[in-house]
């Protein structure tokens, strides 16, 4: 499924899909697609975030949850690397407005001004 059939799923819901590494931050790890970005929770689950790259193409199974209004992937029970070393595309936005950040929340963006 894409990212964007993870947001529209139910909470609580069992998801596979696949993207691209676009963020490491200690133990977060947010990924994209063409269609949009999720972050994974993996709690104290610091082992999969060290074998992760910038720019790897993974395909996760975890549940979908809601976190204070943020989509996430949580309870991961598989992260397989697919590819790697991709060079992840930027959204340029012009300027920053509520629906442009909703639009690209967890993506990868280039913003110029």
Known sequence: MTIEQ????FDDTTVITKGYVNGIVGNNIY????????????????????????GDEIV???????YKGLVE??????IDVTGTNKN???ESLDSIDVN???????????ISN
Request: charged share 15%; aromatic share 8%.
């Open 31 to 54: 990924i994209q697609d063409d269609t949009g970005g999720v972050y994974l929770y993996l709690g104290n689950n610091s082992s999969i975030s060290s074998y992760l790259s910038i």
């Open 88 to 90: 992840i595309s930027k």
């Open 60 to 66: 996760v199974e975890g549940l979908k949850t809601t």
């Open 100 to 110: 442009s950040l909703k639009n690209n929340l967890c993506k990868l963006v280039d």
């Open 73 to 78: 992937i949580s309870e991961i029970t598989s």
């Open 6 to 9: 993870v947001y529209n799923a």
